[in-house]
């Protein structure tokens, strides 16, 4: 176990170092230089080559990357091209939206996928396995911003039960903010969750239909303690291993369900970062989702290997 | 009609695994007939949505993109079924046009990742070298670059168009697909019948294309169906964002990123495209969902 959990931290370490080589990479194609930018199209060559020795971008590409990558680790991310404030901060006011809906939207995915699931696998054979089948099928049909959508117009529009837009800050009350962001998360999780549902419904048939199963019910189990001893570990392997696909989707959710409900957070940023050229915005913001995505799928994958210990003798 | 003993309802004759278990009763013709529903509900969705971006190819009751003015955000009236939009374009033109971007798009973002992920699947799982472990890690790595972020780049690079999206999408399927056929294929190879072919002598190719790849068939085909309504969701996030197809054209999601403006006065707008939306990914799970019990049911 040690041995493996070693391995999988060097693999990260490494995996980042090249998720970042790449963004780094791909984030020097992009057209037109920062001082450009700042300087307007009026700009001089010579104005430009003094902003670009003032901004550190006349140095090797490998300089600044090193530039990057010691500000990355130390914290200090200097200040945005474009607007001047520090990095950093704007990133972290950011990220106190981002991340607590995405984990708002995780549980609340998994709840609606446990209920559905569960319900729709023990009861397949009947109409009430039929409904939810059809509930869960076209619960995947309304992707996130369209579920958006549809939530502001019913939930905050006819009935104002709940706020559509904006986002008044932690400082400001934690109720109201959570609040502002039940909304955004139900509406990342519907989908999310009627797209996990399948596969819990799916694995428990499978268990159901298992000789082991029926081993387990004529040792004179109930049925659910069978499911529950012999059941649960199967079917969280089914989960687990869509999950990696669950985070990203929810990641990418996020972005379009900020935007939709303007809520300021990462994904905000980055739209708008990328409308106003700051590249050093978007490398920063590129760099902690997909580091993000990483962790979380090392994550998924030492969880897998805890309830299903015969992966380790695959690696 | 004379009943069996086995189906009368009656305690003691129904066996008691049968009573506790919430599984073990005989395939019946209702589950035959579900299928067969679904299958001819989905296929009716699905033909309707691409008949009408066929349709849309040589008619639509207007020019979708040109602009009236006068008829500024109606609602629906006979002359324009649907209404008009905020700039006065004829609302249904724009869905059926739309549907056409839709549908390309979500055809060639799949075909894309469905293709090189099988294959580097299969490679990855027949194949167990440093180039299968480079892929394999290149993959994890991959991972973490969602549509949205290549979308980006791509973007920034090219200008952003159906194409750039189209291909973000694409690759950011690929890894998924390679990790999911890796399975079943390694589960294959490893099977006893692969073995008896290998001690045949026959040639890996041989193995791939007449034992491992019939077997990942069906897997292929739900991943397929299932990252086809993928890609026209993300299609249409990115041109919500405006990272995919750009404005003028009517993306679904273009109409959307539209009519969010006037989201409090004329919800109706938002309406069809969500509505377009929702529609075709209901088409083709349910299309799927159909097609992999019918493979399920051969393979038994």
Known sequence: MIRYLCHRLVYLTVSLVIASCIIFALIDILPGSPAEVILGTQATKSSVAVLNRHLGLDSSLYSQYLHWISGLTTLHLGNSYISGQPIAGEIASA???????????????????????????????????????????????FPSFVAAMLLIIIVGVKFQLLPTTGFSGW????????????????????????????????????????????????????????????????????????????????????????????????????????????????????????????????????AYHIIDPRAFNDA | MHKGWWQRKGKLLVSPMKQRSFGFKKASATTEYKSNLTFLLGATIV????AIGLISLIWTPYNPISYFSKHILQGPTSAHLLGTDQEGRDELSRLMAGTWITLYAGFFATAIGIFFGTLIGIYVAMFRNVISEIIMRAGDILLAFPALLIATLLAARYGSSTVTAMAAVGIAFIPYVMRVTRVAATKTYNSDFVLIARSYGLGKLYIAAKHILPNIVSLVTLQTTLLFSVAILSEAGLSYLGLGTPPPSPAWGVMLSDSSNTILTNPLLVLWPTLAIALTILGFNLLADAMVHRLDKRSK
């Open chain 2, 47 to 50: 033909s309707v949505v691409l």
């Open chain 1, 95 to 141: 990220a106190e939206v981002t991340f607590p809906l995405i984990g708002l939207a995780i549980l609340l995915s998994l709840l609606i996928a446990t209920i559905l699931g569960v319900t729709g696998g023990i009861s397949y054979r009947r109409k009430l396995g039929t409904i939810i089948l059809g509930i869960s099928q076209i619960g995947i049909s």
């Open chain 1, 171 to 302: 400082s400001q009350g934690i109720v109201g903010s959570l609040k502002s962001l039940v909304l955004p998360a139900l509406a990342l999780s519907i989908a999310e969750g009627c797209f996990l549902s399948r596969y819990i419904r799916s694995a428990l048939i499978d268990v159901l239909n298992s000789n082991y199963y029926r081993t387990a019910l004529a040792k004179g189990l109930t049925p659910v303690k069978a499911l529950w001893r012999h059941g649960r570990r199967n079917i969280a392997v089914e989960v687990l291993t869509v999950s990696g696909m669950q985070i990203i989707a929810l990641i990418v959710g996020a972005v379009i369900v900020e935007s939709v409900f303007s809520l300021p957070g990462l994904g905000t940023l980055l739209i708008t970062s990328i409308g106003n050229r700051d590249l050093s915005v978007i490398r920063d913001i590129c760099f902690i989702l997909s580091g993000f995505v990483l962790v979380m799928n090392l994550i998924v994958d030492i």
